[in-house]
């Protein structure tokens, strides 16, 4: 149980467009989802949390008018990197809080700029 | 302040031999949770351990064993009998017990283990 489904896997896209991520929570309702980026050989960088229903929280550093999250729903939280450069490049991780296993990740989506 | 620390940054050891990945943390916190996560290279994070501050019982879980101190602060990570499939990246992680329960992750180690 407690599954979050992250699509895309893997994206490339052109600089200055927008490319949307999505996490579903598939078999329990995610009241908290956080974001995170990870660069090559790093840790996980927290970006924001999000609270259904409310406005995310962002780290500090991290530009919320570029990395747009909303979780409308309980069970779908998106995060949308707009005008994308080649910066932005990344590995981008969701998770969900989930009662007994304390954690829960999307598989992860590889977001190359070019 | 609220800190993870893996200071071994990559090790390498020849399979079937023992393997200790160390997690030191700081919090003021007296209830907290520790984590441990193994990242292969497909990128996705496979939950490993999860330990509560008021439970110092080593446990062991087939080849893996997890030694939590907190005298020490420590909550250390041993694999017996290393496999080359246990090459990856290991995460140790504290959670906050703030509103949202973020986690603090260490570093990480990256373990290769060669045939």
């Known amino acids: 149980g407690a599954v979050v489904s992250q699509h895309p896997s893997w994206v490339i896209c052109k600089s200055g467009t927008s490319v949307k991520i999505e996490c579903r929570s598939l078999d329990f309702q995610a009241t908290t989802m956080f974001w995170y980026r990870q660069f090559p050989k790093q840790s996980l960088m927290l970006m924001a949390t999000s609270n259904e229903g409310s406005k995310a929280t962002y780290e500090q550093g991290v530009e919320k008018d570029k990395f747009l999250i909303n979780h409308a729903s309980l069970t779908l939280s998106t995060l949308t990197v707009t005008s994308a450069h080649p910066e932005d490049s990344s590995f981008y991780i969701c998770s969900a809080r989930v009662e007994y296993y304390g954690y829960t990740f999307g598989s992860g989506t590889r977001l190359t700029v070019v | 302040a609220q800190k993870v620390t893996q200071a071994q940054t990559e090790i390498s050891v020849v399979e079937k031999e023992d393997v200790t990945l160390d997690c030191v943390y700081e919090t003021r916190d007296t209830t907290y949770y520790l984590f441990w996560y193994k990242q292969p290279p497909s990128g996705e994070l496979v939950f490993l351990i999860r330990r509560n501050s008021f439970d110092e019982q080593n446990e062991i879980s087939g080849r893996y064993s997890w030694n939590f101190q907190k005298s020490t602060s420590s909550f250390n990570f041993t694999i017996t009998a290393s496999q080359v499939v246990d090459s990856a990246v290991y995460f140790c992680?504290?959670?906050?017990?703030?509103?949202?329960?973020?986690?603090?992750w260490g570093a990480g180690t990256k373990l290769i283990i060669k045939p």
């Open positions: 992680a504290l959670n906050l017990m703030d509103s949202n329960y973020q986690l603090i």
